[in-house]
Nanobody, 124 residues
Framework: QVQLVESGGGLVQAGGSLGLSCAAS????????MGWFRQAPGKEREFVAT????????SYADSAKGRFIISRDSAKNTVYLQINKMKPEDTAVYYC?????????????????WGQGTQVTVSS
């Protein structure tokens, strides 16, 4: 049984930083690209960042460029998302997901497994 568990969410002031983790069980993440998505209240889920199976390729949403960093640790079977210079509009539930492929993709339907999400709230 594949399980993804996100952690690290919480309440942070604007301008602050937060580090999210996504630990997997039942699946070796190093064989797949990974992604982070988020969903704000009343909005659709949106792509945030993705990293290839090797870790050498990454891609970010325009809203995340220059502030978010996605990384992975194959030994720990974990993917991370570092969020810096946080803004109130970063407030959302953040989800990690396992891609069906090794290469990066921004499309949610190309991901096969999803975590339960972790709440991130940024106060102004």
């Amino acid at each position: 049984q594949v399980q993804l568990v996100e952690s690290g969410g919480g309440l942070v002031q604007a301008g602050g930083s937060l580090g999210l983790s996504c630990a997997a069980s039942g699946l070796t993440l190093s064989n797949y690209a990974m992604g982070w998505f988020r969903q704000a209240p009343g909005k659709e889920r949106e792509f945030v960042a993705t990293i290839s199976w090797s870790g050498y390729s990454t891609s970010y949403a325009d809203s995340a460029k220059g502030r978010f960093i996605i990384s992975r640790d194959s030994a720990k079977n974990t993917v991370y998302l570092q969020i810096n210079k946080m803004k109130p509009e970063d407030t959302a539930v953040y989800y990690c997901a396992v891609s069906k492929f090794r290469t990066i993709t921004t499309i949610g339907t190309k991901y096969s497994y999803w975590g339960q999400g972790t709440q991130v709230t940024v106060s102004s």
